[in-house]
């Protein structure tokens, strides 16, 4: 109930700002409720590249998750343009060739489907701790 | 003479009837290696093959073979002669001539055997076997002359006639039975000089002069005088027959063996001679001195001529030939007589039948044979009128005395044979035979020598000599005593025989003789002039009409003849010279007065000597008249004598005539029976071959007894007129046959087959002469099957006499085609069917066949022979070099083929295919056979089948994440691990269900809304309440989650506080397409009674939350319009395209 309390509260809204790239909605919305839980604001979930790459240009995230294969295809225009502006980037999917996207992405982190919940929880947690200011 | 010594001799057989058995029995004990090689010559007819070479090839371990021209002669070989040609050698090499003489008159035997002689001469051999006439008794002659062996048949022969011509010969060496030849021969050989080592030996040249004295002393005859190397020679060959290699041995031999003294007599006189040898000299003769003589010659004087030393008689012969057609020539008649002389009288009979072999007729000039020669069997003889010119006697020219008053001697190639002791002795008794104007001809090597006073040259190339004149003293005999022979000579002695006389042949003697002693005769008993000396023309005169020898009472002059009878006649008597005074000879020019002395010699003979008493004086015309009624009484009588001799002498010659033409009688029927002999000869050689043949022919026909008797073959014979002739016992399956059958029509006969017309047919197609073809025939209850042919049949003479049917069972044969043909469809369609290409490769060539199936895989236009790198270039590059070493492993018996690869035709098609193949051996080559198929479709479905194992693998996590994320999502509100679980698994459930919906389509169809709806509800029983209405709307796959999400919560929602569960009323599903774009879907539901408010939650919950954020990933829009009598959703999205 406190998780709960943390999203209502919208503690850091301001500095962490998630995009969640995800085509299917209940897997979305577990992550959406798991960011917000972490105190982070969650831009989308958006279940095409479209509709992300759309909201990325409207307001850059500082991190994002993303599934390999979206609604109309695949997510690489999105990564490639949130991984020239920094943005962190965690690879969630089922199906895409891990390596094949370290060696695209170097720096982005992945997280293969159907995650262990608490393994996704924490490198969720990783990926939103690094933006939250140190008084937080 | 002696040739380099060959390795092995060549034996000349000759056999005729009868001579097969003997043949055989000789060759029997023959070994492959003795080394020796026969040659068969037989009597054959030139019109049928002969068989003899095969049928002796079964009797001997030699290799048999028929002669061809040209055949080398190899040792250990037998070769036969071919019939209707002679048979020849020469070196060593059989050649085949033509016989130039009609049948019956041929003598091949004798051919074959004087050319053998030519060819080996003292490695010749000749075997002379059973059969009829003399063949080969010639050629045996000719084969002794160059030092040969001849061998002749004994008793046994079944036919006697040709051994015992030959033995009687006196030439042959050994008489015995055919099986003995080969151990004869070996025998011999054994004792051949160049085989015999020479320390074995004992030569001849050492006792030379003991076999000489030892011949002398048996025979009579002198050879001491003889030249060496010849005598050695022929010693040293007999030798060798008696098996000897000891000269001294032989010389026992010869004293204690009488017969062999014989033989070696007969073997020294052998030699060689022929007509007209030395043409040019001959012909040189006849210009010198035949000519002149005849041109000279009277009526009243015969012409004499000697031949000494004459062997068989032909030099006799062609002198007499000379003589005959000279006087032809010139037409004048004169009488010419040859005197032919030789020891051996056996050669002698050989001259005297003037028979010589057919080639020495060559030797005469063509003008003369026809005249002279007549035409036998295999020879010729010359004709009666030639052989009554040459008178032939046992004379020896050493030991006998000389003929006498010789116009020519002609002694050719005697003289060679003696040494010049010898020759210096005979060349003055040639002169003392001659006229003083007579002639002498030589042989080409031989000379006058030392005696040139006696002779003078005419021609010293053509070696013709001239008597110089005057008369040589009668020789005294120069060989010593005349010793008697112990051996019984040829001949009585018929010849007065003369003793030593006063006179030597010395020069100085003729000179006195000549011209210093008085006239002198020499007389027979008889008064016949045997000699004269000096000048007798004053007392004797030459008679015209007497022809004989000359007796001196006729020819006396008158005076002289009435003394001479009486004082002859006294000389006889008395044995005491006798004379008479003073006699008046009266010739016609004048008187002489004589003395006249008959001397009786010791030899019986007289010498009459006349001494003149008084000067000649010339008479006058009266006193001749005077003298003539004196002598007229005897003149009468004499005249009468004459007239009576005349008369006599005419009888005698109309005897002559008739026995003349007995004799030719004779002739001819002597000719016609050696004409049956030969036929008889042939006929006998060929009925040989015949129960020979016959004897084969009994085989075939028992060959084809029993393969008519046979039930495999189905045979029929049907004649011309369509009859039955013949049939096997197979035939009976073809139709019923019995034996009585043979003779019908063929069309009474009842055939089981089933188109019998068919056999009708082909009989008559063959006999029209149309080739027919083979045709199949079933049997009647078709379990048979035959294949028919007709062929014509023949008669002898080539003719179509009919036709030979032929069934051959072929039922095995045709199941096992018909069989082979469905099988072959079967295959033919499978490979149809899989769509299978088929090739076959050489590998040695490269050049690869392939169908049209195959051909279009590698894009080819049509099948055919392609080089097998043209088709492997369209294999792309990545797999070439691996098809082609798995083809190279295959076609080096390595592994089979078997590879899958990708072609890239030229027209831009891509095609996987799979190739197989594997080497097969086939008669003439190796080759592989194989097929290809197209597998690009399998391929393609793998691929695509891997592909969608990918995507259900990734909607499988993804539904893994969904659950774990609804798990959790669920977590966040549920009051127990219950309402947890029938939370999360009723969307499960709902999310299964839409699941199966996309599962039940094919890959990326469309779902109808209705049923996504009513799948969505199916957990709830849907009575009247529930209205689901709307026109057809396609949903997609990826907005079936969402939807069906959405959905749930709607339905969940109404259960747990809505028209589905606690509250009355009705619920509305209404949709709607717009534009065929946006779809409009309404969930209305209506309560039957006003609800309070909170009854119902209007706060966003989980579930309404997951509802927005689904209608989010669809691009949806969701709307909630709840108040207290109904609560409404719309949601609107996208259309899809139509069902």
Not at chain 2, 661 to 666: R, V, Y
Request: net charge negative; proline share 5%.
């Amino acid at each position: 109930m406190t998780q709960m309390k943390t999203f209502e509260a919208g503690t850091c809204e301001q500095t962490c700002r998630i995009l969640i790239a995800e085509d299917e909605a209940v897997v979305a919305l577990d992550l959406q409720l798991m960011f917000e839980d972490l105190g982070a604001r969650v831009i989308g979930p958006c279940a095409t590249v479209r509709g992300a790459l759309a909201e990325a240009q409207r307001e850059m995230p500082t991190a994002a998750v993303l599934d390999v294969m979206l609604a109309d295809g695949e997510v690489y225009e999105l990564a490639d343009l949130l991984y020239a502006a920094g943005v962190t980037i965690l690879f969630h999917s089922g199906h895409a060739d891990a390596r094949e996207l370290l060696q695209r992405y170097p720096e982005a982190r992945l997280c293969p489907k159907p995650a262990i919940p608490s393994d996704l929880e924490s490198k969720l947690d990783d990926i939103v701790r690094p933006q939250q200011p140190p008084g937080a | 003479m002696q040739t380099q010594p060959d390795p092995f001799y060549i034996v000349g057989i000759g056999a005729s009837a009868g001579g097969l058995e003997a043949i055989s029995e000789l060759l029997e004990p023959a070994r492959a290696n003795d080394p020796y090689a026969f040659v068969v010559v037989q009597h054959l007819d030139p019109n049928h093959d002969s068989l003899l070479a095969e049928l002796l090839d079964r009797q001997t371990e030699l290799s048999v073979r028929q002669a061809e021209d040209g055949t080398v002669v190899q040792v250990g070989h037998v070769y036969t002669i071919p019939p209707g040609s002679g048979l020849r050698l020469e070196q060593g090499v059989l050649r085949l001539e033509p016989f130039e003489q009609p049948r019956g008159l041929r003598r091949p035997i004798d051919d074959f055997f004087e050319s053998l002689a030519r060819d080996q001469q003292n490695r010749a051999i000749c075997v002379i076997l059973s059969g009829t006439g003399s063949d080969g008794s010639v050629g045996l002659r000719a084969l002794k002359e160059y030092g040969g062996l001849c061998i002749a048949q004994d008793a046994s022969a079944r036919y006697d006639s040709m051994p015992n011509s030959a033995v009687a010969t006196g030439l042959v060496d050994f008489v015995c039975a055919p099986g003995e030849v080969t151990d004869r021969i070996a025998r011999y050989r054994n004792v051949d000089p160049a085989v015999v080592s020479a320390a074995e030996a004992v030569p001849v040249s050492g006792t030379l002069a003991e076999i000489c004295a030892a011949l002398r002393q048996l025979t009579g005859h002198d050879f001491g005088n003889y030249k060496r190397s010849t005598l050695e020679r022929r010693i040293q060959r007999r030798m060798q027959v008696v098996e000897l290699t000891d000269s001294l041995k032989y010389l026992d031999k010869l004293n204690s063996d009488p017969q062999e003294a014989e033989a070696l007599l007969g073997d020294l006189l052998i030699n060689v001679t022929k007509f007209f040898r030395d043409k040019d000299h001959f012909n040189q003769l006849r210009e010198e001195v035949i000519a002149p003589l005849v041109a000279g010659a009277t009526a009243d004087r015969e012409i004499r001529v000697w031949v000494p030393g004459c062997s068989s008689g032909e030099e006799a012969y062609t002198i007499a030939m000379l003589f005959d057609d000279e006087m032809m020539r010139t037409g004048k008649t004169v009488p010419v007589q040859v005197f032919a002389s030789d020891i051996d009288e056996r050669m002698l009979e050989i001259a005297r039948a003037g028979r010589y072999p057919i080639s020495a007729l060559l030797d005469i000039p063509e003008t003369l044979r026809d005249r002279y020669a007549i035409g036998r069997e295999g020879s010729f003889q010359l004709n009666l009128r030639l052989r009554d010119m040459v008178r032939f006697s046992c004379h020896s020219l050493i030991k006998d005395p000389p003929f006498s008053r010789m116009d020519l001697i002609s002694c050719r190639n005697l003289l060679i044979y003696f040494d010049d002791k010898l020759q210096s002795k005979v060349l003055p008794l040639f002169h003392y035979a001659l006229n003083s104007e007579g002639f002498l001809f030589l042989g080409p090597s031989e000379s006058i020598g030392r005696v040139e006073e006696l002779f003078e040259a005419v021609s010293s190339k053509a070696r013709l000599f001239k008597s110089t004149g005057g008369r040589s003293p009668y020789p005294v005999e120069f060989s010593g005593s005349p010793s008697k022979p112990r051996v019984s000579p040829r001949r009585p002695v018929a010849r007065l025989n003369y003793d030593d006389s006063e006179w030597k042949s010395d020069v100085a003697k003729n000179r006195i003789i000549d011209i210093y002693a008085p006239p002198t005769m020499q007389l027979g008993r008889d008064g016949a002039i045997l000699a004269t000396t000096g000048r007798l023309s004053r007392y004797i005169e030459t008679d015209p009409a007497e022809t004989g020898q000359d007796f001196a009472q006729s020819v006396a002059r008158p005076g002289l003849r009435e003394s001479l009878s009486a004082l002859l006649r006294s000389a006889n008597q008395d044995g005491k010279r006798k004379m008479a005074r003073d006699v008046e000879v009266i010739s016609e020019t004048g008187r002489q007065r004589v003395d006249v002395v008959a001397d009786p010699l010791p030899d019986e003979t007289i010498l009459v000597v006349f001494r003149d008493r008084a000067p000649f004086e010339a008479i006058s015309e009266e006193e001749f008249d005077e003298i003539t009624p004196s002598e007229s009484h005897v003149q009468v009588l004499e005249a009468e004598l004459r007239a009576t001799r005349s008369r006599l002498r005419m009888t005698v010659e109309e005897l002559e005539t008739a026995n003349e033409e007995l004799k030719s009688s004779n002739e001819e029927m002597m000719s016609m029976n050696e004409e049956l002999q030969s036929t008889n000869e042939e006929l006998a050689t060929v009925n040989d071959e015949l129960k020979s043949k016959v004897e084969e022919l009994s085989q075939v026909n028992s060959d084809l007894r029993n393969f008519f008797d046979s039930d495999v073959n189905a045979l029929i014979t049907v004649d011309r007129k369509r009859r039955l002739r013949n049939f096997t016992e197979g035939a009976s399956e073809v139709m019923r046959l019995r034996q009585s059958d043979r003779g019908r029509p063929i069309n009474d006969l009842q055939f089981n087959v089933d188109t019998p017309a068919e056999i009708e047919r082909q009989i008559e197609a063959t006999l029209s002469g149309d080739e027919a073809r083979p045709v199949q025939i079933r049997s009647g209850d078709g379990a048979k099957v035959w294949s028919l042919s007709a062929t014509p049949y023949r008669s002898a003479d080539n003719k179509v006499d009919g036709v030979t049917l032929i069934f051959t069972d072929v039922t095995e044969a045709f199941m096992l085609e018909r069989s082979l043909a469905r099988e072959a469809e079967r295959v033919r369609l499978a490979v149809e069917v899989a769509q299978i290409g088929i090739w076959s490769l050489d590998p040695a060539s490269g050049l690869i066949e392939i169908d049209e199936r195959t051909a279009r895989f590698f894009g080819e236009e049509s099948p055919g022979i392609y080089s097998a790198e043209t088709l492997l270039e369209r294999v792309i590059e990545s797999d070439r070099s691996q098809v082609w070493s798995a083809v190279t492993t295959a076609a080096a018996g390595g592994e089979e083929y078997d590879a899958t690869f990708q072609v890239s035709l030229p027209s831009g098609k891509q095609m996987h295919l799979r190739g197989m193949g594997r080497m097969v051996s086939e008669p003439d080559a190796q080759r592989m056979i194989g097929l290809s198929v197209d597998i690009t479709s399998e391929i393609e479905n793998e691929r695509m089948r891997e592909l969608m194992l990918r995507e259900m693998n990734h909607r499988v996590k993804n539904l893994f994440s969904i659950v774990s994320g609804m798990l959790r999502i669920a977590s966040r509100k549920a009051e127990t691990p219950r309402a947890l679980v029938e939370d999360v698994t009723q969307r499960i459930n709902a999310l299964a269900r839409s699941h199966d919906l996309a599962r039940a389509r094919r890959d990326g169809a469309k779902i109808a809304l209705e049923e996504l709806v009513r799948t969505t509800l199916s957990p709830y029983q849907l009575g009247d309440t529930v209205d689901i209405d709307g026109p057809p709307c396609a949903v997609g796959a990826e907005k079936l989650t969402s939807l069906a999400l959405i959905l749930h919560e709607w339905s969940t929602n109404a259960a747990k506080y809505g028209v589905l569960g606690p509250v009355a009323g009705r619920l509305q599903l209404r949709w709607s397409v717009v534009d065929d774009k946006k779809v409009t879907f309404e969930w209305n539901e209506i309560y039957d009674e006003t609800l309070k408010a909170s009854s119902t939650p209007s706060t966003p919950g989980f579930g309404s939350t997951l509802v927005q954020i689904s209608a989010a990933q669809i691009g949806a829009e969701v709307t909630e319009d709840v108040t207290e009598t109904h609560r409404t959703y719309r949601i609107a999205f996208d259309a899809d395209e139509d069902i």
